[in-house]
């Protein structure tokens, strides 16, 4: 499988292809945090790909600012035809989100379904990795 940026993506065959099936833009807003929400952590790599045929494609790449979110990520996708028929369910393209800061749990993955025209919010809880080294666990 080929790793490639969205840059080197547009020069593939399958780009076209991909596009006239995601004509329009949606959306995405990521939030890390600990703790329940209560405290956001700032500076998490976060990397949004799609694999095509035999391609990975990085889509996105940034980093959380200190309140721990991306705002404003665009992403291709599908016309919403929920939005002029109000009968057809929303057609969306899935994206692998991964969100990665060291000294927190192993890096997260989640699959991110994009509208066209529509905004997701997706929040991601990352756990603080937990060192036992030297720490009596019994109490002796």
Sequence with gaps: ???LTFEEFKNTEDYKKF???NPEMGYLK???????????IPNTEILITKTINNNNVIFFQGITNSSG???NITLPA???VSLITKEAP???TLYDLTAVHKG????KKSSI????????IQNIKMNPEIDFKGVDTLGN
């Design 113 to 120: 379904g994009i509208i066209g025209e529509m905004k997701v």
């Design 69 to 71: 979110s991306i705002e």
């Design 90 to 92: 929303p057609s969306y």
């Design 30 to 40: 990521v939030n890390v945090y600990t703790a329940y929400k209560a405290v956001p």
């Design 19 to 21: 596009m006239e099936e």
């Design 104 to 107: 927190y749990s192993l890096a």
């Design 78 to 80: 599908p016309k919403n």
């Design 1 to 3: 499988m080929n790793l």
